[in-house]
């Protein structure tokens, strides 16, 4: 883990935002109330908040200079070391509010780049982080010049990204040009081993979901991957594929995707895309839910349009089945049930902490397989036995019947491989 100490003292930091027009406070509270928790998994602690009702934020100080009395105020009652808007601050409004508060100035964009930093394991993630850091970096030299000096370590100053660059537009544009060097030979790495998994006709099912709602635990449940399982956001970033064999003996992947949430950076997009799009060439997407958050409908809204940036929705028919987790910390059922996701294929409710509902989840994944299939009736002479391992490997054998002439078969096959089995 990393320190976010300042002085041997833990961060005391003041959130805030602008509720935009006709804005729901409520949703604004909400908002405010992950960007704590985002906070809290950077290693900081929120002391205080305040929020601005505005038609727009200010273009020069993002809040009116009545807040930004009112702001100053509240870092002399908390002792806050620092503040931290609820949205990406443009160069000059980081400039400017840290030269009217004279404190250390941070954005919801700066703090979930530093969480990557602090979480990326694999070369990678940790490449795709760094490439992040600096696009963002780039665009706020003017901004950062002056306020650098007040950030005095901690959140937002450490991180792959860092690395003692000089704070120049050249050195980082060259750096820039040499990570994404780096990370074409990546994806070209990912890209031959989707092509491996799509000629072994092995179906892929990615689990895609908010943070923290719960995928890594489900993936640990059933295959013992062994991720990490944390109650804080972004606990795991680097994708997990793990074999399992449904009850028919077919082997599917089961691949976990690092969590989405609102406002995501955009660089941060950019730089994911190659792990982000685990869930596009996938068969079927397990999108998992928070049932026992009163945010989900908005977090799920948040994970349908990152999955339309990437160019995932209705139009590429995946099939996508929703998934209500943590069912366990819901007591009414007749509540739970209520639960719903119009969007989504099919919707299963479970607790991947106790297992509740987690085999009714894979027969719905084996059930829509098995429709994608095609069902044959054949008899292979004794000659061809090694195909029955074939269809075993891929498909779902339901008859086994060894006759004089040979041996009859009943099964679900994928369509790719009817030209192997001699049937197409």
């Keep these: ?59 020069g100080l993002y809040l009116g200079k009545g807040k930004i009395e ?57 490449l795709q982080v760094e490439l992040a850091q600096l696009k963002f970096r780039a665009t706020r030299l003017v901004g950062m010049r002056s306020s650098l000096s007040r950030l005095g370590g901690g959140i937002g100053t450490r991180g792959p990204g860092e690395k003692k660059l000089e704070i120049d537009r050249r050195v980082i544009r060259d750096r820039i040009s040499r990570l994404k060097a780096e990370l074409r030979e990546v994806v070209s790495r990912r890209d031959e081993q989707r092509k491996q998994r799509s000629r072994s006709h092995i179906p892929v099912v990615s689990i895609v979901g908010y943070t923290n709602a719960g995928k890594s635990t489900l993936l640990n449940y059933v295959t013992g991957a062994g991720v990490l399982e944390e109650d804080k956001l972004f606990a795991t970033l680097d994708p997990t594929t793990r074999n399992y064999g449904l009850k028919s003996g077919q082997q599917i992947l089961l691949t976990d995707t690092v969590g989405f949430i609102r406002k995501l950076p955009h660089h941060l997009v950019e730089a994911f895309k190659s792990t982000l799009e685990e869930a596009k060439y996938s068969d079927i997407i397990l999108h998992v839910v928070d049932a026992s958050d009163e945010n989900r409908d908005k977090n799920m809204e948040t ?17 996508i089945i929703t998934v209500f987790n943590k069912t366990d910390m819901i007591e009414n059922k007749d509540e739970l049930y209520s639960i719903k996701d119009l969007i989504s294929d099919r919707t299963v409710y479970i607790s991947a902490k106790t297992g509740w509902g987690v085999e009714e989840l894979f027969d719905v994944i084996e059930e829509i397989l098995r429709n994608s299939k095609s069902y044959i009736r054949h008899t292979f002479p004794y000659t061809e036995a090694g195909k029955l391992g074939i269809i075993r490997k891929y498909g779902e054998l339901i008859t086994e019947e060894y006759l004089e002439d040979g041996i009859f078969v009943e099964a679900y096959v994928p369509k790719a491989i009817l030209g192997q089995l001699g049937l197409d």
Excluded: W
């Design 303 to 319: 994970v349908y349009d990152t999955l339309r940036q990437l160019k995932i929705d209705e139009e590429t028919e995946k099939t």
């Design 1 to 59: 883990m990393y320190d976010n100490e300042l002085d041997g003292k833990k961060e005391k930091v003041i959130v805030f935002a602008v509720a935009v027009g006709d804005s729901e406070l409520q949703d604004v509270e909400a908002s405010l109330d992950e960007m704590t928790e985002l906070l809290k998994t950077a290693g900081a602690e929120t002391c205080g908040r305040l929020i601005q009702p505005r038609e727009y934020p200010d273009h």
């Design 70 to 126: 009112e702001l100053r105020e509240l870092i002399c009652e908390t002792g806050a070391t620092g503040v931290c808007c609820d949205d990406e601050l443009s160069p000059a409004q980081l400039m400017n509010l840290t030269d009217a508060l004279d404190i250390k100035v941070m954005d919801r964009t700066m703090v979930i780049l530093d969480i990557f930093a602090a979480h990326a394991g694999s070369y990678e993630g940790k």
